[in-house]
Every structure is written in structure tokens, then in C-alpha cells.
Nanobody, 123 residues
């Protein structure tokens, strides 16, 4: 079993930066591709970013390219989402997810999820 715990969510202002963290325990972290998804009120959960096992390949949603960065530290069993130039439309609950071996854009492909952390961007 894999356990994921997100942290770092907060209420921030437009243009601010925030870094989310997701601590993973239970299995060999380096065998799991990791991703961040988000869900805004009244909307479906959407893909934000994904990172390969080694961290060498990252994928970002078009809506966050140039502003967000995903990274991982396999020694610390942690994945990060650095969010810069935040906009009101980034307001959502952000979820960390793990999938054995390969990344995917689709939330249905991820078997392990954290509880989510709230990010609110105020104008």
C-alpha cells in the first residue's frame, strides 16, 4: 500500500508563489510515477502535472506551463509542485497521485491518492 500526504496549500494573492509537497510512504517511491491533479468547485478533477520515475521527464497542462514546475526527491520520498504567478483560476483542491511505473494524464489510471490540499488565490 502507498500512502500520500499533501501539504503546503494556503490562501494567497494573485501573482504569489506557493510550493506544494506530497510525502509518500509504504512502497519504493522511485518505482512510482507521480502526478498532481486539481479540482475546483463544481468542476471535474483535471490533470496539472506529472513526473517520471527518475524525474527526468515532466509533463504540464497547458494552463500551467511556464508557471508551474513539478519535481521529485527520491531520497526524501517527496514530490513537489512549485506554483508561480498564481491566478484566481488556479483555486482548487490539489491532489497528489501515484501510479506504478509510467505517467498518465488520466486520473483513472492512478491507484493511490492523497487527501488533497486547498489552494485559494484571491484577487
Amino acid at each position: 500500500q502507498v500512502q500520500l500526504v499533501e501539504s503546503g496549500g494556503a490562501l494567497v494573492q494573485v501573482g504569489d508563489s506557493l510550493r506544494l509537497s506530497c510525502a509518500v510512504s509504504g512502497r519504493t517511491f522511485s518505482r512510482y510515477a507521480m502526478a498532481w491533479f486539481r479540482q475546483a468547485p463544481g468542476k471535474e478533477r483535471e490533470f496539472v502535472a506529472a513526473i517520471s520515475l527518475s524525474g527526468g521527464t515532466t509533463t504540464l497542462a497547458n494552463s500551467v506551463k511556464g508557471r508551474f514546475t513539478i519535481s521529485r526527491d527520491n531520497a526524501k520520498n517527496t514530490v513537489y509542485l512549485q506554483m508561480n504567478s498564481l491566478k484566481p483560476e488556479d483555486t482548487a483542491v490539489y491532489y497528489c497521485a501515484a501510479r506504478f511505473a509510467t505517467t498518465s494524464y488520466f486520473d483513472k489510471d492512478y491507484g493511490y491518492w492523497g487527501q488533497g490540499t486547498q489552494v485559494t488565490v484571491s484577487s
